[in-house]
C-alpha cells in the first residue's frame, strides 16, 4: 500500500524538477552572456578555501569538557 503513494510522490517531484531546470536552462540561453568579471575567480578560490576550512574544523573530534 505504501509504494503506490510513495512511486506517485516520487515521480511528481521528478516532473517538477525537470521542469524547474528546463526553466532555468532556456532563461540561462535567453540572457545575454555577461563578460568574465576577473574578480570572480578570486572569489570562487576564498569561498573554496573558506568552505575546506569550515570542513575541516567540523571533522575534527570535539573536546569534551570532563566534568
Same mark, same amino acid.
Not at 24 to 35: D, K, N, V
Given at each position: 500500500m505504501?509504494?503506490?503513494?510513495?512511486?506517485l510522490t516520487?515521480?511528481a @517531484?521528478?516532473?517538477?524538477? +525537470?521542469a524547474?531546470a +528546463? %526553466?532555468? @536552462?532556456?532563461? @540561462?540561453?535567453?540572457?545575454p552572456?555577461a563578460?568574465? /568579471?576577473p574578480v570572480?575567480? %578570486? /572569489?570562487?578560490?576564498r569561498?573554496g578555501?573558506? /568552505?575546506? +576550512?569550515?570542513?575541516?574544523? /567540523?571533522?575534527?573530534? %570535539?573536546?569534551?569538557?570532563? +566534568?
Amino acid at each position: 500500500m505504501h509504494t503506490f503513494p510513495h512511486a506517485l510522490t516520487h515521480a511528481a @517531484r521528478t516532473a517538477e524538477l +525537470a521542469a524547474e531546470a +528546463a %526553466a532555468w @536552462r532556456l532563461a @540561462r540561453e535567453a540572457a545575454p552572456a555577461a563578460p568574465a /568579471l576577473p574578480v570572480l575567480p %578570486a /572569489l570562487r578560490n576564498r569561498l573554496g578555501e573558506a /568552505l575546506i +576550512a569550515t570542513g575541516t574544523r /567540523l571533522t575534527r573530534p %570535539a573536546h569534551h569538557a570532563v +566534568a
